[in-house]
């Protein structure tokens, strides 16, 4: 299957994974050199990537970027061993935990991934980190949220923002390491970057003039999904009743990803459904300190066991 290739800016292009949820990868292009945002998972997909990059770019790749620790932004490093390759720290902290074993799993499904090496990040940073190379800038930005290991890459020449996970065609904090008001921190961020387009973790490029209602509207989501599920453990209803809330209902598409947006919808409810209940019944055990709110103390032994 051919991966499909698109321009996004004079020197950046987009590549869209076939065979896995649209997954996103990106090329920046100079004189001096390729940078790389993240690998797409299949190894018949990145020998794509390497053959155009062959093209465009005789210099070489000189960096790859994770963008996140799962595997289908990541599995594609190991075929670029002259690069450096680049993580925020938690990203090769999970890495070292759960790559090797999630790599197993993988391969008894898909042998082609018996070609694959989980590949460790040498150059990690905290907060961000500059990369200057052959007249681009490109700026690592940590954006935890959907995942305690996120990064977003902007290419300040060429105004793209290489968004991770962060921006999909629905927001998804159905996993153990989400935080959502983290999640909207991080989103809230982007605003102050001057962009011309986003390319999302998966999905669509989003254009100028959708970039800062994207922005917006992934905020907007978060914070209607959280009433809603507020409101109805309040009024003591069910899971089916909460599962009754489509997503269109929240003025987003079901068609993006393959319809994929759809099971990832419900996943967010039922995540946010289970968190709430998980304080309710912290906060009918004992009476809770007058000095905090009911669900916090909750939160926090819920983050502490997640770490
Ligand atoms: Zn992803």
Same mark, same amino acid.
């Given at each position: ?187 809230? /961020?982007?605003?102050? *970057? ?6 999302? @973790?998966?999905?669509? $490029?989003? %254009?100028? #003039?959708? =970039? ?26 069910? /899971?089916?009743?909460? *599962? ?6 929240? @003025?987003?598409?079901? $068609?993006? %990803?393959? #319809?994929? =947006? ?46």
């Amino acid at each position: 299957m051919a991966v499909t290739r698109t321009r996004v800016a004079d020197d950046t292009w987009v590549f869209t994974s076939e065979l896995y949820a649209e997954v996103n990868a990106g090329l920046v292009i100079s004189p001096e050199g390729g940078i790389l945002i993240d690998t797409l998972p299949f190894p018949s997909e990145t020998a794509q990537i390497i053959q155009f990059a062959k093209r465009v770019c005789p210099a070489g790749i000189k960096y790859v970027i994770n963008t996140i620790s799962h595997a289908d932004h990541v599995y594609g490093s190991c075929f670029f061993p002259e690069a450096e390759l680049i993580a925020q720290e938690k990203a090769r902290e999970f890495l070292i935990k759960y790559g090797r074993k999630a790599l197993d799993e993988a391969r008894e499904y898909t042998p082609e991934l018996f070609k694959v090496e989980i590949r460790l990040p040498k150059l990690v940073f905290n907060e961000g980190m500059l990369i200057r190379l052959g007249g681009k800038t490109v700026h690592a930005m940590h954006a935890p949220g959907p995942s305690p290991d996120v990064c977003v890459v902007h290419v300040r020449e060429e105004k793209v923002l290489f968004a991770s996970d962060l921006i999909m065609p629905v927001p998804y904090i159905a996993t153990p390491f989400s935080d959502i008001e983290v999640y909207k921190r991080s989103l809230a /961020k982007l605003h102050d *970057l001057n962009l011309e387009a986003i390319v999302q @973790g998966h999905g669509d $490029i989003l %254009l100028r #003039g959708e =970039v800062s209602s994207s922005i917006d509207e992934s905020i907007q989501y978060l914070n209607d999904i959280q009433a809603l599920v507020e409101r109805l453990v309040k009024e003591g209803a069910t /899971k089916h009743d909460l *599962l009754q809330y489509d997503i269109e209902q929240f @003025g987003r598409s079901r $068609i993006p %990803l393959g #319809g994929l =947006v759809r099971n990832f919808h419900k996943a967010n409810l039922l995540h946010l459904w289970n968190q709430a209940k998980a304080r309710h019944r912290q906060g009918s055990q004992g009476a809770p300190s007058p000095h905090r709110k009911q669900g916090q103390q909750a939160e926090e032994l819920e983050s502490t066991a997640t770490r």
